[in-house]
């Protein structure tokens, strides 16, 4: 499905209602109770203005028990008028909690839903992933307190209004009609506002990725070896530099149009002040309605900013929560199966068919027509040179992608007609990319079978199984230890509290062990699982491989050909096609591109190595 980036809100009160549904759905006591003190904050100026002119107008007339009574309804309007505020906030500030909980709720539940990776992918789609993750709690305000603010100020609004017509008719006119410059100029910045970042977001994300490289700790060798960190720091700055462009000549616009509705504003509250007090003079008015102008102008003057402003920021809320609903609405990125298909163990194998597959339109061809068959119980190899597409044939396996024609069959099925959730369910992979999880070392492994994640012995089994039990053993916290690389100190990096260090090699071993959690699985994928081990390491965790791998379905992945020889069948990925496939014997028998790649590497070993392999 295309990203697209809507210019204004798609559908404005659609979205508008989706967020009081939450806002009600976070607390309906709190949504009323923030109603009652809008209503309430609404009327009090109004009110105020009212009870000024009544104690003006008795002093003047020497009613004097008018004049008191009126003083005590000031001072109690006084009274809420200072515990409201601090009510508001507070109910305000439960609200946006809540809300924030369930908005990040809703997106991560959403984006937990795309079964596939193309959308990681795709730049536009992480820019509204970003404008949607932004679009949570205190940057919805302007469509909850700043929707019931404008409430509010439609209430002050309408009031002092009516008592300023009830003074004069036309200055309540041009005090309205001054107004809507300012409300059209507002809702268009904010447009602006939103559209510039969006704009700016291809920025946005270089300086972010540069900033991350300058202080991530996996670069920090690197920088420092290479001297890269005033080059990274140089093209940091130049993103930011491009992104305060553009804000600054946005802020040049706010500036130019507020300073002139400012002054606009200005010049009406000065002519009404001179005709009040012309008024007066002639006696059209008392001294109670001259103070009741100017304090309603002035009023009527601060709701009506409030308001172009309430609306304006509304606005550009709509707009950014208009990304986190369209995260929602996205639904998976894998089309739904065509003929829903229960998913049953392997009983036969899986069968590659005429698979053509490249990552985007606009990209080469990486697969060109695969064929293979990966029998029920057979160790199948995958061997080609760097960028044949091993890994990337891994993924189609693994359904986060779909082919762009052929067909990988599950004992028959197409998996396109299986739950990929449930397809995976089946199947154990060591990714060549695999994660490193900041989380203690029983849990690296545990999550693995997340279902298992408490049960230690299988845990042990696993690290057991790729020979790193010992190690893990003999951690300050054992298996409790937290291993991270988020130390703080030289002295701290052994202090099981803020994590030791493990070494590449023992990482490997580890993300092998979570492998072995799902080693009963019907499906057991390793790219590369001795990449980063010794000698030694390797040749022992591939002869642990061996036995664990007998009769069971298996697709091996390794430049090293010698771990590979054992396999039921080598297939030779070549030009994005099987260029071969066969036993060892049968492949060196062949004499062709896997033949020529072993005697290239045994030759390295010298002539004694290749003896011995052979
Ligand atoms: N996410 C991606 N988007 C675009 N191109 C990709 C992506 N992943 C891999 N490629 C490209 O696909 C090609 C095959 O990559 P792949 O990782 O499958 O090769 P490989 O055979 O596993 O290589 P290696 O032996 O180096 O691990 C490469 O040219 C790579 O640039």
């Avoid at 009652?36 to 105020?48: E, I, M, N, Q, R």
């Avoid at 009609?177 to 507002?186: H, I, K, S």
């Avoid at 012309?278 to 103070?291: E, K, Y």
């Avoid at 009506?304 to 309430?310: A, C, E, I, S």
Wanted: proline share 4%.
């Amino acid at each position: 499905m295309p990203v697209t980036e809507p210019a204004s809100p798609q559908r404005p009160l659609h979205e508008l209602a989706g967020v009081w549904r939450t806002a009600w759905q976070a607390g309906p006591w709190l949504t009323v109770a923030q109603m009652v003190t809008t209503v309430a904050s609404g009327l009090l100026p109004a009110t105020t203005v009212w009870l000024t002119k009544l104690v003006v107008d008795g002093l003047a007339a020497g009613r004097v028990e008018a004049a008191v009574g009126a003083g005590v309804g000031l001072a109690g309007a006084g009274l809420v008028a200072a515990v409201l505020p601090q009510l508001a906030g507070y109910l305000q500030g439960e609200q946006q909690r809540r809300m924030d909980r369930l908005m990040q709720d809703q997106l991560y539940t959403a984006v937990n839903s795309f079964q596939g990776l193309s959308r990681f992918e795709n730049p536009r789609f992480l820019d509204r992933l970003r404008m949607a993750t932004e679009a949570t709690g205190p940057a919805l305000s302007p469509l909850t307190s700043g929707l019931l603010g404008i409430g509010r100020d439609v209430i002050t609004l309408l009031s002092l209004l009516g008592t300023l017509y009830f003074l004069s008719p036309v200055m309540t006119a041009v005090v309205v009609g001054a107004a809507v410059p300012a409300l059209l100029a507002e809702i268009s910045l904010a447009r602006q506002r939103v559209g510039m970042y969006l704009g700016l977001s291809a920025a946005m994300r270089r300086q972010a990725f540069y900033s991350q490289l300058i202080t991530d700790v996996g670069a920090a060798q690197e920088v420092r070896l290479f001297g890269l960190g005033d080059f990274f720091k140089g093209r940091l700055l130049r993103g930011l530099r491009e992104v305060q462009d553009g804000e600054r000549r946005l802020d040049r616009k706010v500036l130019r149009s507020q300073s002139l509705l400012a002054l606009l504003s200005a010049v009406v509250s000065g002519l009404g002040l001179v005709w009040a007090v012309h008024s007066a003079t002639t006696g059209r008015l008392t001294l109670g309605d001259v103070t009741a102008f100017v304090v309603a102008v002035a009023g009527i003057q601060g709701s009506l900013m409030g308001l172009v402003n309430g609306i304006a920021s509304g606005h550009e809320a709509l707009l950014m929560v208009g990304h986190h609903s369209a995260v929602r609405r996205l639904g998976d990125d894998l089309p739904p199966a065509r003929r829903p298909a229960q998913l049953l163990p392997l009983r036969h194998g899986i069968e590659v068919r005429d698979v053509w597959f490249r990552y985007h339109d606009d990209h080469p061809w990486i697969l060109r027509g695969v064929s293979l068959t990966i029998s029920q119980g057979q160790a199948v190899a995958l061997v080609g040179l760097n960028g044949a597409g091993k890994s990337t044939l891994v993924k189609l396996l693994c359904r986060f992608y779909d082919p762009n024609h052929g067909v990988i069959r599950w004992d028959g099925v197409d998996i396109r007609d299986l739950d990929p959730a449930q397809l995976r369910r089946r199947m154990g992979v060591l990714f060549q990319d695999f994660v490193s999880y900041d989380l203690s070392a029983a849990e690296n492994i545990g999550v693995g079978d997340v279902d298992a994640i408490a049960d230690r012995r299988r845990i042990e089994e696993a690290a057991g199984a790729a020979g790193i039990h010992t190690n893990l053993a003999a951690l300050p916290r054992g298996y409790d230890t937290l291993l991270s690389r988020l130390f703080y100190l030289e002295e701290e990096k052994d202090d099981p509290d803020t994590g030791v260090v493990l070494s590449g090699g023992q990482w490997q071993r580890l993300a092998l062990s979570r492998t072995f959690m799902r080693d009963t699985r019907d499906l057991l994928i390793l790219d590369e699982p001795s990449a980063g081990l010794d000698a030694k390491a390797e040749h022992e965790i591939h002869q642990r491989l061996r036995t664990h791998r007998a009769g069971r379905t298996s697709l091996l992945i390794s430049h090293r050909l010698g771990t590979v020889r054992d396999a039921d069948v080598i297939v030779v990925l070549d030009g994005g096609l099987v260029a071969e496939q066969g036993s060892h014997d049968e492949l060196i028998a062949l004499d062709g591109r896997y033949a020529q790649l072993f005697r290239t590497q045994a030759s390295g070993y010298g002539a004694t190595a290749v003896e011995e392999i052979r």
